[in-house]
């Protein structure tokens, strides 16, 4: 380690579908984060860790900011902008193939009240000219007066060391806050719920994949043999959404079970023994006792 090390926090703040657990997958170099085409797919705050021979950079990606609708959707968006006070840097993120938007506005109007540096990240520079890339610079360099402007395509990987670079330089001196070999604070629990849920989104459409919560029920490990088993319970809102997901004699519950079988598998290096089941809480959303159970806690934020 160098004498002068460089650790900490990042958030990752933008719009929806901008590509920020893409980002965050591609540098920690594990999948801790779900992807998907879908807006919205970040609930909670999610933390990676990459530890460099000069820096540790704990990132922390959050929910997309979005107009709630619905408590939950609250959840999210006050998740995301408090996030904001509680960094060293914040990467503000947006996707060259939209330019900028509503959204955008938002954020930067909450980002104008922070004292900490900001670092504007245009992912998604696979997708458009490089021409069109200047004209969206000056756009949003006349918004803010940001720290530093980075072009990135997460998906490719392009930039995406050169802005490591840069973020390091706003990291204050310190020292590591974990091993190194640590990838994320967040529990298996919280991360096998996540891969289930990204298979729902993936296999489902319209309002399904908004609709949806994963409860783990139960994780044990075998004692005679190295395999865990693990329950978990996938929450729907009505009786139709519950038929779609448990498909024509199981098959679409067989499917998802069986991808995020294998991403777990990956996880935790162990042979999974995975049990799924549907269950009906109608509205769960708007209600601040389900949400509670289900893992989205106001005193996380």
Do not use: C
């Amino acid at each position: 380690m160098t004498e002068q090390y460089h650790s900490g926090f990042i958030a990752i703040i933008g719009r929806p579908n901008v590509g920020k657990s893409t980002f965050m997958n591609r540098v920690i170099g594990e999948k801790i984060a779900i992807m998907s085409d879908k807006p919205q797919t970040t609930r909670n705050k999610i933390q990676g860790v990459l530890t460099t021979d000069d820096a540790q950079y704990v990132f922390i990606d959050t929910p997309g900011v979005h107009k709630p609708k619905h408590r939950l959707g609250d959840f999210m968006v006050q998740s995301a902008v408090n996030t904001l006070n509680e960094v060293d840097v914040i990467m503000f993120m947006v996707n060259a193939d939209e330019g900028y938007g509503k959204g955008d506005e938002y954020i930067i109007e909450r980002l104008k009240q922070v004292q900490n540096p900001v670092v504007l990240v245009i992912n998604k520079i696979d997708e458009v000219h490089p021409d069109e890339l200047l004209p969206m610079i000056d756009t949003y360099r006349q918004k803010l007066d940001f720290d530093d402007i980075v072009p990135i395509s997460a998906l490719e990987g392009n930039n995406t060391d050169e802005l490591l670079t840069v973020l390091g330089r706003h990291l204050p001196e310190g020292p590591q806050y974990y091993p190194e070999d640590h990838l994320t604070d967040h529990p298996e629990r919280f991360i096998i719920s996540e891969f289930i849920r990204e298979k729902v989104l993936h296999h489902t459409h319209e309002e399904i994949p908004h609709s949806i919560a994963v409860v783990i029920d139960s994780i044990k490990e075998r004692d005679d043999q190295d395999m865990i088993d693990v329950q978990a319970t996938i929450v729907v809102e009505r009786n139709s959404q519950k038929g779609i997901i448990i498909g024509k004699q199981g098959a679409m519950l067989k499917q998802i079970g069986s991808e995020a079988r294998s991403d777990i598998e990956s996880l935790l290096g162990t042979g999974i023994y995975l049990e799924l089941w549907v269950k009906v809480q109608k509205d769960w959303r708007n209600r601040q006792f389900h949400l509670r159970d289900f893992g989205y806690r106001e005193d996380e934020y």
